[in-house]
């Protein structure tokens, strides 16, 4: 049996939480959390910060108040360095040459041990403390504790001057995280109100955001190109020390594992290395189920909404609690529950849709190849037909096809409706821009009884221009200008570059090269901040965010930001869907949950046969069995709404949507707490 599933977003700052996996069999060589991407060792420096009488602070005092040690009791407990067995963050384990405690916790998977100023040596000839410096100075994230009167002048990051601190979080009245600016936006934001009486709860939220803020800090040019070249030394002397070993017990050459063994030379390593990654995941995939299968709590609540589904999907959409889906036997109507309904027979095959319930407008491509086209119903006519159990059928829909469309796979519409809706549909190389200009009632929840509506849409909407593409593009996006008027643009990807076209003008801009002998794209999606247009490049295992210039005199500008970023996913994906602030990979058989803002990992859950079916509002997917989930059975709450979907180029029922309007790049600057 299948089972159709529904993700539910909890819009309960459920970022505030870590999930991670953490490889068991790792060598000692490797447990550095600066180093591993998807850290689980982490180092954060605490320095007591006390008032001299000139108003200057003493950043690293001797001892500590009483208020200062229930702080570190608050972190984690304290540990005897001598003998000590646990992750070690630099510190000397053997001959006590850096203190003689220290403290140390474990959070959520993560060993955490924290440079305690009052705990490293102290020297009163020595007014540099340069011991303690040595490692506090390279800690990335440094708790900051102020002790003296409120009144005191408050602490400023430019006290401490190091070439990695990039974080500094003050306390203890008012908490405050000061982030260098190159540094992308990390959460968990603020609960509300921004006032904390449990004090579990606010270890909770600090220690995760410190953690984040670490993670966030690593993905900045600076910290990613030395993480880089460290990560190479550590693998090839890992390779060095472990390989001999490999080779006594097993002598079979690596090229073995291959079905077929290609005869070049240059064909047989890309082979290699193809399933040498193969072999990674399936390594890392392995620790994920193991550790993740009773420990993870996931940010989404799955609930069965169809068990025992016996048909095939090609796609579908969300239509207020229920789904229209278009399966091998035509489209139905799926309510949780109730036993589906009819509403197109098997001659309309549709293979990609779109509901739009304020514009009361049901946008469908039906059908495959030279015969493929557009329709457009009106949903209050769709409804009134399941009403009365009309079954329509291919021949009833003349009047819905959208002329000059036959031929068109592939389909796309603006993601935030100003004052006109926009279709661009591809037929071949060519782009078919249309357009259909709102009526003044429409954005209410339904239109008004007395609303100058016919039976077909068809009228409404205008036919503008099209454009020609130097290929046919395997996927697409529309980008809204920030002016709406001859500003507008297209996101297409084709060869091996994504390219944005000038809807006015037609002219094309090269946004960004893959530098990769293969490519297989997923998605363009847009996102939005303060009004100003970004744009995530998904292909192959890269998700790469670029922001878009607006025009400037009626020339596009394209080139590098300091905003730009990218991230990587564990496997391939075939669809990425963006809920803000998570954005979500789905392959053949996982979810990967991220942050969109700096790509940190927060969930993978496996899913055995997965295929994506809607995303628009809740998220729906087919898998081969139901999967379990802490719903309590109550009615769905939607999260929130993210923009129109964009297929795939193949006949696959798996769409790829834009992002729910937010900020979708990077912010960057201090943040109060």
Same mark, same amino acid.
């Given at each position: 049996?299948? %089972?159709?599933?529904?993700?539910?977003?909890?819009?309960?700052?459920?970022?505030?939480?870590?999930?991670?996996?953490?490889?068991?069999?790792?060598?000692?060589?490797?447990?550095?959390?600066?180093?591993?991407?998807?850290?689980?060792?982490?180092?954060?420096?605490?320095?007591?910060?006390?008032?001299?009488?000139?108003?200057?602070?003493?950043?690293?005092?001797?001892?500590?108040?009483?208020?200062?040690?229930?702080?570190?009791?608050?972190?984690?407990?304290?540990?005897?360095?001598?003998?000590?067995?646990?992750?070690?963050?630099?510190?000397?384990?053997?001959?006590?040459?850096?203190?003689?405690?220290?403290? %140390?916790?474990?959070?959520?998977?993560?060993?955490?041990?924290?440079?305690?100023?009052?705990?490293?040596? %102290?020297?009163?000839?020595?007014?540099?403390?340069?011991?303690?410096?040595?490692?506090?100075?390279?800690?990335?994230?440094?708790?900051?504790?102020?002790?003296?009167?409120?009144?005191?002048?408050?602490?400023?990051?430019?006290?401490?001057?190091?070439?990695?601190?990039?974080?500094?979080?003050?306390?203890?009245?008012?908490?405050?995280?000061?982030?260098?600016?190159?540094?992308? !936006?990390?959460?968990?934001?603020?609960?509300?109100?921004?006032?904390?009486?449990?004090?579990?709860?606010?270890?909770?939220?600090?220690?995760?955001?410190?953690?984040?803020?670490?993670? *966030?800090?690593?993905?900045?040019?600076?910290?990613?190109?030395?993480?880089?070249?460290?990560?190479?030394?550590?693998?090839?002397? !890992?390779?060095?020390?472990?390989?001999?070993?490999?080779?006594?017990?097993?002598?079979?050459?690596?090229?073995?594992?291959?079905?077929?063994?290609?005869?070049? *030379?240059?064909?047989?390593?890309?082979?290699?290395?193809?399933?040498?990654?193969?072999?990674?995941?399936?390594?890392?995939?392995?620790?994920?189920?193991?550790?993740?299968?009773?420990?993870?709590?996931?940010?989404?609540?799955?609930?069965?909404?169809?068990?025992?589904?016996?048909?095939?999907?090609?796609?579908?959409?969300?239509?207020?609690?229920?789904?229209?889906?278009?399966?091998?036997?035509?489209?139905?109507?799926?309510?949780?529950?109730?036993?589906?309904?009819?509403?197109?027979?098997?001659?309309?095959?549709?293979?990609?849709?779109?509901?739009?319930?304020?514009?009361?407008?049901?946008?469908?491509?039906?059908?495959?190849?030279?015969?493929?086209?557009? !329709?457009?119903?009106?949903?209050?006519?769709?409804?009134?037909?399941?009403?009365?159990?009309?079954?329509?059928?291919?021949?009833?829909?003349?009047?819905?096809?959208?002329?000059?469309?036959?031929?068109?796979?592939?389909?796309?519409?603006?993601?935030?409706?100003?004052?006109?809706?926009?279709?661009?549909?591809?037929?071949?190389?060519?782009?078919?821009?249309?357009?259909?200009?709102?009526?003044?009632?429409?954005?209410?929840?339904?239109?008004?009884?007395?609303?100058?509506?016919?039976?077909?849409?068809?009228?409404?909407?205008?036919?503008?221009?099209?454009?020609?593409?130097?290929?046919?593009?395997?996927?697409?996006?529309?980008?809204?200008?920030?002016?709406?008027?001859?500003?507008?643009?297209?996101?297409?990807?084709?060869?091996?570059?994504?390219?944005?076209?000038?809807?006015?003008?037609?002219?094309?801009?090269?946004?960004?090269?893959?530098? *990769?002998?293969?490519?297989?794209?997923?998605?363009?999606?847009?996102?939005?901040?303060?009004?100003?247009?970004?744009?995530?490049?998904?292909?192959?295992?890269?998700?790469?965010?670029?922001?878009?210039?607006?025009?400037?005199?009626?020339?596009?500008?394209?080139?590098?930001?300091?905003?730009?970023?990218?991230?990587?996913?564990?496997?391939?994906?075939?669809?990425?869907?963006?809920?803000?602030? %998570?954005?979500?990979?789905?392959?053949?058989?996982?979810?990967?949950?991220?942050?969109?803002?700096?790509?940190?990992?927060?969930?993978?859950?496996?899913?055995?046969?997965?295929?994506?079916?809607?995303?628009?509002?809740?998220?729906?997917?087919?898998?081969?069995?139901?999967?379990?989930?802490?719903?309590?059975?109550?009615?769905?709450?939607?999260?929130?709404?993210?923009?129109?979907?964009?297929?795939?180029?193949?006949?696959?029922?798996?769409?790829?949507?834009?992002?729910?309007?937010?900020?979708?790049?990077?912010?960057?600057?201090?943040?109060?707490?």
């Amino acid at each position: 049996p299948a %089972y159709l599933t529904c993700l539910l977003c909890h819009n309960n700052n459920s970022n505030n939480k870590l999930y991670f996996y953490i490889p068991p069999h790792l060598p000692e060589g490797t447990r550095d959390g600066r180093i591993i991407g998807g850290s689980f060792y982490e180092v954060l420096g605490v320095i007591l910060a006390m008032k001299a009488f000139d108003n200057s602070f003493f950043v690293f005092a001797e001892t500590g108040s009483e208020s200062f040690q229930k702080l570190l009791t608050l972190l984690g407990e304290a540990i005897v360095l001598k003998g000590w067995t646990g992750y070690r963050g630099g510190l000397d384990t053997k001959n006590d040459t850096t203190g003689l405690h220290s403290m %140390y916790t474990v959070y959520q998977g993560h060993e955490i041990m924290f440079h305690v100023s009052t705990m490293l040596p %102290y020297s009163k000839e020595n007014k540099q403390q340069v011991e303690r410096k040595r490692h506090i100075g390279n800690d990335i994230v440094t708790i900051v504790f102020q002790e003296g009167e409120e009144s005191s002048p408050a602490f400023k990051p430019s006290m401490i001057r190091s070439h990695f601190t990039r974080i500094l979080c003050t306390l203890p009245c008012l908490l405050k995280i000061f982030s260098e600016e190159s540094v992308p !936006l990390f959460g968990p934001p603020l609960p509300s109100p921004p006032v904390f009486t449990d004090h579990q709860e606010f270890r909770d939220f600090l220690l995760v955001k410190l953690i984040n803020g670490e993670k *966030a800090t690593l993905e900045t040019p600076t910290f990613a190109q030395k993480r880089q070249r460290t990560l190479d030394m550590l693998i090839r002397s !890992l390779y060095q020390d472990l390989m001999p070993d490999i080779t006594c017990n097993n002598r079979r050459s690596f090229s073995d594992v291959l079905p077929e063994s290609p005869k070049s *030379a240059r064909k047989k390593e890309e082979a290699r290395q193809a399933e040498f990654v193969r072999l990674g995941q399936v390594c890392v995939s392995n620790a994920v189920i193991t550790t993740l299968c009773n420990t993870t709590i996931i940010p989404w609540e799955s609930q069965c909404f169809c068990s025992n589904f016996p048909h095939d999907v090609f796609c579908a959409d969300s239509w207020g609690q229920s789904l229209l889906v278009s399966t091998d036997v035509g489209v139905l109507l799926l309510d949780d529950g109730q036993p589906s309904t009819p509403v197109f027979d098997k001659t309309l095959q549709v293979r990609q849709m779109h509901i739009l319930e304020t514009l009361d407008l049901l946008i469908a491509r039906a059908d495959k190849g030279k015969d493929s086209r557009l !329709l457009v119903f009106r949903l209050s006519a769709v409804q009134k037909g399941i009403e009365g159990k009309q079954i329509k059928s291919k021949c009833d829909c003349r009047e819905n096809k959208l002329e000059k469309t036959k031929g068109c796979h592939l389909y796309a519409i603006n993601t935030h409706h100003g004052n006109e809706l926009r279709i661009v549909a591809v037929i071949r190389n060519k782009l078919l821009l249309i357009t259909r200009k709102f009526w003044q009632w429409e954005g209410l929840s339904s239109p008004p009884s007395t609303s100058p509506q016919s039976e077909s849409p068809m009228e409404e909407f205008q036919y503008i221009r099209e454009i020609c593409l130097s290929d046919v593009p395997a996927v697409m996006a529309l980008v809204d200008g920030p002016t709406g008027e001859n500003d507008n643009l297209i996101c297409v990807a084709y060869r091996h570059q994504f390219d944005l076209v000038n809807e006015s003008t037609g002219e094309a801009y090269r946004l960004h090269h893959v530098e *990769a002998s293969r490519v297989n794209f997923v998605a363009a999606i847009d996102v939005y901040e303060d009004g100003e247009a970004g744009l995530l490049l998904c292909y192959n295992y890269v998700c790469y965010y670029r922001k878009v210039c607006p025009f400037n005199g009626g020339s596009f500008l394209v080139q590098p930001s300091a905003s730009d970023f990218h991230f990587s996913w564990n496997q391939v994906p075939y669809a990425i869907v963006c809920a803000f602030p %998570y954005i979500l990979a789905f392959t053949t058989d996982s979810i990967e949950i991220r942050l969109v803002v700096n790509g940190n990992l927060v969930h993978t859950a496996v899913v055995p046969a997965l295929q994506l079916v809607a995303s628009r509002s809740d998220i729906y997917f087919r898998a081969a069995s139901a999967v379990s989930g802490p719903s309590d059975g109550s009615s769905k709450e939607a999260s929130s709404p993210s923009s129109p979907q964009t297929p795939l180029v193949q006949e696959i029922p798996v769409f790829s949507p834009s992002a729910a309007e937010g900020n979708g790049g990077p912010v960057h600057g201090p943040s109060d707490c």
